[in-house]
DNA sequence: TTCTCAACGTGCAAACTTGCCTAGTGCGCA
DNA sequence: TGCGCACTAGGCAAGTTTGCACGTTGAGAA
């Protein structure tokens, strides 16, 4: 994969993610609002203009990871079979997903995630990372939906499907101990009903 | 000491230690006339023509680490005050520039150097970068002499501090267990005489 | 010998980083 | 309230790295 890439590719991801990292973990040690853009810059071995060239703001490199990672997932969505039925492709890309983005979390990521949780600020910026693949998700899910109101049905889908996932996944890293896994298939499950509701495919 | 220096000086310095030392193993490890430049590069995870950006030939990032510490060295003995006899001075110098520059050496590097020793290419080199040198003490040390033949007899001090110094380095490098400290003050006292008989100061 | 090819050294343009500077914001203190 | 101060976002120029192209060289095969 590193192999196809240019070094000049590798390097600018390395730093995107060298600023992520610094700023997840300054911000889990010293509080999200104590930690300065230049602290971040200074733990990646970055000016701190460079900063500004990755991201606009420290939060930004803060959900970094979650930004990627939701764009993985629209991916996977995306590769799903267009015959699917809506549901049974979020719920088997869904599953996919967590195989990969949080398969081998080490205990640190854990740790710093819990610290930052529950911060004001914080959340409101997650919803936001959220909310802008929420668009892209809906803007797929139309291909999926047929009769009436596509466009609100897949709005809702898609908003549906991101809040269990964000909230499973939250629910996770707040309970140490508990299964991803399981805990999305349940939730998803749970939600399933209303999603499959208005599923019109067959 | 890095303090004072800006990120941008910080990064240089890294890189270049960063492709000696890549230079270093790999020659090491597959023998110099095998090592590309290439592979150097890779090693120190920049582009080919960086490397070029920095050192001319591989040659040269093999020697960097010796020609640092022979500048080094040239630093040192420019500080020794002005009033001491030559001799006493390069001794001086050379006993402090042991400690600093080989005094916490580790084992890698030792076994490194010792696979390069022998190589007929390299030695010339090496011999060539001390050679630099030698026209910089000599010129330095012109200072420090009186009476007649000035120009001949600090070119024949510089070189034969330097020859010395040389030998006793590469003796160490290539007799594990040996005390650098100790060898090199035999080698010099060894020296002296005609040395000390080329002082004028006194 | 001639051909081929890998490695080298270097010129050049585009991309990226740094350092400096300015304007704007929010906060504490006189 | 007004002032100073730390932090921030981003413009700009200079410095650095990368990627690519080209000509050269030396070793080995045809």
Same mark, same amino acid.
């Given at each position: 994969?590193?192999?196809?890439? !240019? &070094?000049?590719?590798? #390097? #600018? =991801? ?8 610094? %700023? &997840?973990?300054? =911000? ?10 230049? %602290?971040? *810059? +200074? %733990? ?13 703001? #420290?939060?930004?490199?803060?959900? @970094? ?6 764009? /993985? ?30 398969? +081998? ?15 004001? !600020? ?5 919803? $936001? ?13 139309? @291909?999926?939906?047929?009769?009436? +109101?596509? $466009? ?10 991101? =809040?269990?996932?964000?909230? *499973?996944?939250?629910?996770?890293? +707040? @309970?140490?101990?508990?299964?991803? /896994?399981?805990?999305?298939?349940? $939730?998803? *499950?749970? %939600? ?5 509701? !208005?599923?019109?495919?067959?």
């Amino acid at each position: 994969m590193d192999e196809t890439t !240019g &070094l000049r590719e590798r #390097k #600018k =991801a390395a730093t995107r993610l060298a600023l992520h990292e610094a %700023a &997840l973990r300054l =911000a889990a040690e010293q509080g999200p609002d104590a930690v300065t853009v230049e %602290a971040i *810059a +200074d %733990a990646a071995n970055v000016s701190r203009r460079t900063f500004s060239n990755y991201f606009s703001n #420290k939060e930004e490199a803060l959900f @970094h990871g979650d930004t990627t990672r939701l764009r /993985r997932l629209l991916q996977l969505i995306r590769e799903r079979p267009a015959s699917e039925p809506p549901w049974t492709a979020l719920s088997l890309a869904a599953e996919r997903f967590t195989e990969e983005a949080f398969g +081998d979390r080490d205990h640190s990521w854990l740790t710093r995630r819990r610290q930052l949780r529950g911060h004001p !600020g914080l959340a409101a910026h997650q919803v $936001a990372a959220y909310t802008t693949i929420e668009r892209e998700l809906a803007g797929d899910l139309a @291909h999926r939906l047929t009769g009436a +109101d596509v $466009a609100l049905r897949s709005r809702l889908l898609a908003a549906t499907f991101l =809040a269990i996932l964000r909230v *499973a996944v939250q629910h996770w890293i +707040d @309970h140490p101990g508990g299964h991803l /896994r399981q805990t999305i298939r349940t $939730a998803l *499950a749970e %939600a399933a009903p209303p999603a499959t509701a !208005g599923t019109a495919g067959d």
